[in-house]
Nanobody
Framework: QVQLVESGGGLVQPGGSLRLSCAAS????????MGWFRQAPGKEREFVGA????????SYADSVKGRFTISRDNAKNTVYLQMNSLKPEDTAVYTC????????????????WGQGTQVTVSS
């Protein structure tokens, strides 16, 4: 069983940076692949990025590649999303998720979800 709590969202200007954190409770955090998803008002939830069990492999959506970086610290049961060069179109609720797959990009493969944190990019 995994419980996830995101933090670090907020208001930022275009071109700015923000770092999201996802704290996991449970003793088997290292056995889960982790992913970040986002959902803007009126739109479907979309994949942002994912990281494997040990952090050796990552995957990113084309829309964020080169700007966002996913990392994890299994000793702290935490996964991060560093967001740089933020754009207004990045505005969304960002949600952390966990899967028993080593790494995954499909929504349906994730078993556990956090509550989400709001990121607003506006001038």
């Amino acid at each position: 069983q995994v419980q996830l709590v995101e933090s670090g969202g907020g208001l930022v200007q275009p071109g700015g940076s923000l770092r999201l954190s996802c704290a996991a409770s449970g003793r088997t955090f290292s056995s889960y692949g982790m992913g970040w998803f986002r959902q803007a008002p009126g739109k479907e939830r979309e994949f942002v990025g994912a990281i494997s069990w040990r952090g050796g492999s990552t995957s990113y959506a084309d829309s964020v590649k080169g700007r966002f970086t996913i990392s994890r610290d299994n000793a702290k049961n935490t996964v991060y999303l560093q967001m740089n060069s933020l754009k207004p179109e990045d505005t969304a609720v960002y949600t952390c998720a966990a899967t028993r797959s080593i790494i995954a990009v499909r929504l349906s493969t994730y078993e556990y979800w956090g509550q989400g944190t709001q990121v607003t990019v506006s001038s």
